[in-house]
């Protein structure tokens, strides 16, 4: 594999882009209507786009979902080799929760992510706080381990709709396990558990793309600091999100989402 560096990025853009991919994937609030805001506003230009580097940035967040939830993936991991039936249900359900969005990622994906007008955008980010609105009405006191099949696939079809660049996958998969009367510590948990494998694998599949072609990256400094605040950033929303759902609810993110999409509705 070939990298090719372009030049058109500096230490301080890198940080700020990681720090927000790491903050923004994570939160119900869109990484990717973010990512596209904060790259149209820089005028970052690299040739093929920025695939390498938002390779390098999905992965630190990949790799600190791993790190802050390594018990219950080691137990879901090892399950089928110790006769774990809990731990392979649990296997089960993150597999079956992940078919639609790979589905439609597969089918529609390089179609949606060419979505990032600033009116596409405000679409999915007043989508967004409007789900988020909505499903808070519907508390409940379930544990994610209480799902049923049914339930899990529509979750993971609501999951599907974070293809759209400004739409949030945790804000989405949040209020889909809501409606189905989960805990909201237990919607939160679910949501980071069921990002390992919708991350792996858009990480993947462009990593494959890249690998195809020369990757453009930053300098190798420069897209370390963006891969080390991406990791970093990433940590702190997890811990921060189940910290913040143990006294408020989520709804509290569409007093930003909403304001956010109706201004760039009415550019």
């Given amino acids: 594999m070939r990298f090719r560096y ?5 230490t301080a853009q890198a940080l700020l882009l990681g720090l927000l991919q ?4 994570l939160l119900p609030v869109s990484s990717s209507g973010h990512l596209a805001l904060a790259e149209q506003y820089f005028g970052v230009l690299i040739p093929h786009g920025l695939l390498g580097f938002d390779v390098l940035l999905h992965f630190g967040s990949l790799l600190a979902l791993l790190l802050c939830y390594a018990k219950t ?7 089928p080799f110790i006769g774990d039936r809990a731990g392979v249900r649990m296997l089960m359900v993150l597999v079956i929760v992940t078919i639609p969005a790979g ?5 529609f994906g390089e179609a949606l992510d060419a979505l990032r007008s600033p009116f ?10 409007i789900v988020l609105l909505v499903a808070e009405r519907m508390p409940g006191r379930r544990p994610f381990t209480a799902l049923k099949m049914w339930e899990v696939i529509c979750i993971g079809i ?13 804000g989405m998969t949040i209020a889909a396990s809501r409606a189905f009367k989960l805990k909201r510590h237990d919607a939160v948990d679910f949501a980071f558990l069921m990002a390992v494998p919708a991350i792996a694998g858009a990480t993947l599949f462009t990593a494959m793309k890249v690998w195809n072609g020369s990757a453009a990256l930053p300098s190798f400094a420069v897209s ?9 950033a ?34």
Avoid: D, H
């Fill in 73 to 79: 993936w080691k137990r879901i991991l090892r399950s």
């Fill in 120 to 129: 596409a955008l405000g679409i999915g980010f007043l989508l967004s706080g």
């Fill in 224 to 232: 370390s600091a963006g891969f080390l605040a991406s990791f970093g």
């Fill in 158 to 170: 609501a999951q599907a709709f974070a293809l759209l660049p400004s739409v949030s996958r945790s």
């Fill in 234 to 267: 990433s940590i702190f929303a997890v811990l921060a999100l189940r910290a913040f759902v143990g006294r408020f609810s989520t709804a509290w993110f569409a007093l930003y989402l909403i304001p956010l999409g109706v201004l760039l509705l009415a550019r």
């Fill in 22 to 25: 790491g903050f923004t994937e």
């Fill in 6 to 10: 372009a030049v058109r990025m500096t």
């Fill in 103 to 107: 589905i439609a990622g597969a089918m």
